[in-house]
T-cell receptor, first 110, second 123 residues
Framework: QSVLTQPPSASGTPGQRVTISCSGG????????VNWYQQLPGTAPKLLIY???QRPSGVPDRFSGSKSGTSASLAISGLQSEDEADYYC???????????FGGGTKLTVL | QVQLVQSGADVQKPGASVKVSCKAS????????LHWVRQAPGQGLEWMGC??????????AQKFRGRISMTRDTSITTAYLEVNSLTSDDTAVYYC????????FGSGSLGDWGPGSLVTVSS
């Protein structure tokens, strides 16, 4: 049981816009920055979004993040086949004094 | 460029210990927290803890306290994760990851990741 809650799966067709939600609580998302990671099959996770809505250099602007209260979302516009991956949200949890992850969302590009 | 190079795959018997290494280069080793995250086969990411390479102090997830140890050797810019009393549930890929700048305790932003080290626990 993950501290942060994500839907286990999401899907879309090429060119579509998809969103992935992440729900937490007052000690994690409600107080600290949300980060999103992309994990392509067989590879290490990659930081996709940090500080709720910032993109590291090299991440396309098709990827965007937002946060409201104790929930966050990752949006992917102009969906491409190479976006097919697992996506994880994460945040520091003040009560647990550690990083907590969502269970991950498997994105399928139909 | 930042590189985190991890030790190779390892097979251990139940009850044994394993020590995974993470060699850092391309940045000032002592300036950034190093985290350890594991992923069991077909499962999600699980945070294990983090190490302050400057002081050597570590912070472990409650689940692992008493069973893991995070250390470092600053002379060779290498961090280590040791897991004791292994069971089959510890079969996983173990990743080291560096905090993204700015570095501070309480950051969940892991900007650079190692390739992972597969640890298999089997009799």
């Amino acid at each position: 049981q993950s501290v942060l809650t994500q839907p286990p799966s999401a899907s879309g067709t090429p060119g579509q816009r998809v969103t992935i939600s992440c729900s937490g609580g007052s000690s994690n998302i409600g107080k600290n920055a949300v980060n999103w990671y992309q994990q392509l099959p067989g590879t290490a996770p990659k930081l996709l979004i940090y500080s709720d809505n910032q993109r590291p250099s090299g991440v396309p602007d098709r990827f965007s993040g937002s946060k409201s209260g104790t929930s966050a979302s990752l949006a992917i516009s102009g969906l491409q086949s190479e976006d097919e991956a697992d996506y994880y949200c994460a945040a520091w949890d003040d009560s647990l004094s550690g990083v907590v992850f969502g269970g991950g969302t498997k994105l399928t590009v139909l | 460029q930042v590189q985190l190079v991890q030790s190779g795959a390892d097979v251990q018997k139940p009850g044994a210990s394993v020590k995974v290494s993470c060699k850092a280069s391309g940045y000032t080793f002592i300036a950034y927290y190093l985290h350890w995250v594991r992923q069991a086969p077909g499962q999600g990411l699980e945070w294990m803890g983090c190490l302050n390479p400057n002081s050597g102090a570590s912070n472990y997830a409650q689940k692992f306290r008493g069973r893991i140890s995070m250390t470092r050797d600053t002379s060779i810019t290498t961090a280590y994760l040791e897991v004791n009393s292994l069971t089959s549930d510890d079969t996983a890929v173990y990743y080291c990851a560096r905090t993204r700048p700015p570095n501070y305790f309480g950051s969940g932003s892991l900007g650079d990741w190692g390739p992972g080290s597969l640890v298999t626990v089997s009799s």
